[in-house]
């Protein structure tokens, strides 16, 4: 049964177009799951600044490894777990390394000419290409079997309002930069339909209790089980965003407009808002492609619930020799690895719509950042942990490359997808073809 299909169905009994996001995605309505194959996920997370090496980056090559601090949280996973050191992003031309860092990293294309200064270098404008993430989107979007609602979605987490080649990573083409949204009450909306007043937030499932009533009779047993296991699932995300927006800070909170910035001190409450979102999305079949922003190039985030009251772009600006610093910089990095392990938990303990295995089994998860270490700049040995399955890649590995571009990375992707694309971005970084011993 196709989507337009499913959608005639559900109209026939009466469904109203505010439960077809609920619905659509049930086995018992959708081509027979059993003869499909399964449903591959991308996942791409950011976060900036670098990293610390001697913190980050096993010893070790091959299957017996050691994580060291910064990539300790991801322990549980470690046999679905693949650590790529020695790729680089070898895309110059125009902006700083901040800016060519973060724009070229999805895109592996120049940036235009234009009139952002960055740093000491020349002034730059807005990426020359499409990002692998939307490139993927748009291959899987062609087909009807893997077609989806949203096709992508882009969440962020105190991602600023401006914009400008600092904080966009995500391409739709080239010159065309993709905000990502960093409010979870706006992405709830986007997701489950419109919530104008957070302080009054009434249960979407309340609204469609006598829609679900009408499907339950037309579906199989084990449909009706996975309705009220993901009808649970949005119930206790709602109860969560209604408890968020009521905290108490010690006064009275003002009325804001939506996507105003937010507080700072609540990062750890949006990243867990937004990546519970990202997994009920991923189950309802909303997308099957996904990026998780946090901040942006030059973040200056400050994480006072860490201890540390320093912004992280001018920690990642001191020496090697500021121990201190390079302490601080590696428990950031262990934050934003904790997140990573959060997300991999809550897709291994998501079972798939049809039965077989969990989200994550088949959701491939990509850690990067713009920059290999931050006091340097450099756009050498660009962070890649990449986590989970369902591209084909060997994981439980800790790999080591000699400077290979990070085009051969993002074809790799693509080719794990079916998209059998002969380059990605610069074509001079693709002569190899995608990268080697991943599988």
């Given at each position: 049964?196709?989507?337009?299909?499913?959608?005639?169905?559900?109209?026939?009994?009466?469904?109203?177009?505010?439960?077809?996001?609920?619905?659509?995605?049930?086995?018992?309505?959708?081509?027979?799951?059993?003869?499909?194959?399964?449903?591959?996920?991308?996942?791409?997370?950011?976060?900036?600044?670098?990293?610390?090496?001697?913190?980050?980056?096993?010893?070790?090559?091959?299957?017996?490894?050691?994580?060291?601090?910064?990539?300790?949280?991801?322990?549980?996973?470690?046999?679905?777990?693949?650590?790529?050191?020695?790729?680089?992003?070898?895309?110059?031309?125009?902006?700083?390394?901040?800016?060519?860092?973060?724009?070229?990293?999805?895109?592996?294309?120049?940036?235009?000419?234009?009139?952002?200064?960055?740093?000491?270098?020349?002034?730059?404008?807005?990426?020359?290409?499409?990002?692998?993430?939307?490139?993927?989107?748009?291959?899987?979007?062609?087909?009807?079997?893997?077609?989806?609602?949203?096709?992508?979605?882009?969440?962020?987490?105190?991602?600023?309002?401006?914009?400008?080649?600092?904080?966009?990573?995500?391409?739709?083409?080239?010159?065309?930069?993709?905000?990502?949204?960093?409010?979870?009450?706006?992405?709830?909306?986007?997701?489950?339909?419109?919530?104008?007043?957070?302080?009054?937030?009434?249960?979407?499932?309340?609204?469609?209790?006598?829609?679900?009533?009408?499907?339950?009779?037309?579906?199989?047993?084990?449909?009706?089980?996975?309705l009220d296991e993901h009808m649970?699932?949005?119930?206790?995300?709602?109860?969560?965003?209604?408890?968020?927006?009521?905290?108490?800070?010690?006064?009275?909170?003002?009325?804001?407009?939506?996507?105003?910035?937010?507080?700072?001190?609540?990062?750890?409450?949006?990243?867990?808002?937004?990546?519970?979102?990202?997994?009920?999305?991923?189950?309802?079949?909303?997308?099957?492609?996904?990026?998780?922003?946090?901040?942006?190039?030059?973040?200056?985030?400050?994480?006072?619930?860490?201890?540390?009251?320093?912004?992280?772009?001018?920690?990642?600006?001191?020496?090697?020799?500021?121990?201190?610093?390079?302490?601080?910089?590696?428990?950031?990095?262990?934050?934003?690895?904790?997140?990573?392990?959060?997300?991999?938990?809550?897709?291994?303990?998501?079972?798939?719509?049809?039965?077989?295995?969990?989200?994550?089994?088949?959701?491939?998860?990509?850690?990067?950042?713009?920059?290999?270490?931050g006091n340097s700049h450099t756009?050498?040995?660009?962070?890649?942990?990449?986590?989970?399955?369902?591209?084909?890649?060997?994981?439980?590995?800790?790999?080591?490359?000699?400077?290979?571009?990070?085009?051969?990375?993002?074809?790799?992707?693509?080719?794990?997808?079916?998209?059998?694309?002969?380059?990605?971005?610069?074509?001079?970084?693709?002569?190899?073809?995608?990268?080697?011993?991943l599988s």
């Amino acid at each position: 049964m196709n989507e337009s299909t499913r959608r005639e169905f559900l109209k026939h009994l009466g469904i109203s177009a505010a439960s077809v996001p609920f619905l659509t995605g049930l086995p018992s309505l959708a081509l027979a799951e059993s003869l499909a194959k399964p449903k591959q996920r991308l996942i791409i997370l950011f976060s900036p600044d670098g990293v610390v090496p001697t913190t980050f980056w096993p010893d070790e090559v091959g299957t017996e490894f050691t994580l060291k601090q910064s990539l300790k949280p991801l322990e549980p996973f470690k046999n679905k777990t693949l650590i790529l050191n020695g790729v680089c992003d070898r895309v110059r031309g125009d902006g700083d390394n901040h800016m060519r860092g973060i724009g070229c990293l999805l895109t592996g294309s120049e940036l235009f000419p234009g009139n952002i200064q960055g740093g000491s270098d020349t002034p730059a404008g807005w990426s020359s290409g499409i990002s692998i993430d939307q490139e993927i989107k748009n291959y899987l979007q062609k087909s009807a079997i893997t077609r989806t609602r949203f096709g992508s979605l882009e969440f962020g987490v105190m991602v600023p309002e401006h914009a400008d080649t600092w904080t966009r990573m995500v391409y739709a083409g080239a010159n065309k930069p993709v905000a990502p949204i960093d409010d979870p009450y706006l992405m709830f909306q986007k997701l489950y339909g419109s919530m104008k007043d957070k302080e009054l937030l009434k249960s979407v499932l309340d609204d469609l209790s006598e829609d679900i009533k009408k499907v339950k009779t037309q579906i199989s047993k084990a449909d009706q089980k996975l309705l009220d296991e993901h009808m649970s699932l949005v119930r206790d995300m709602e109860t969560e965003i209604k408890s968020a927006s009521k905290t108490n800070v010690g006064h009275k909170v003002p009325d804001i407009t939506p996507g105003v910035r937010r507080d700072n001190n609540n990062i750890p409450q949006i990243s867990k808002l937004q990546i519970d979102l990202m997994v009920s999305a991923f189950l309802a079949d909303s997308a099957r492609v996904a990026t998780l922003q946090y901040t942006n190039s030059v973040g200056q985030a400050r994480f006072t619930w860490l201890g540390i009251q320093e912004g992280q772009h001018d920690l990642s600006h001191e020496p090697d020799s500021n121990k201190e610093a390079q302490e601080k910089l590696t428990k950031i990095n262990q934050w934003y690895c904790e997140q990573l392990a959060y997300l991999a938990k809550k897709l291994s303990e998501t079972k798939e719509p049809d039965g077989n295995g969990t989200l994550l089994d088949n959701t491939t998860i990509v850690w990067t950042n713009e920059l290999g270490q931050g006091n340097s700049h450099t756009l050498e040995n660009i962070p890649f942990v990449v986590v989970g399955g369902g591209l084909g890649f060997k994981m439980g590995r800790s790999m080591k490359y000699d400077r290979v571009p990070h085009n051969r990375l993002l074809m790799s992707l693509a080719h794990g997808f079916g998209h059998r694309i002969e380059s990605f971005g610069n074509r001079d970084f693709c002569g190899a073809g995608p990268l080697q011993r991943l599988s």
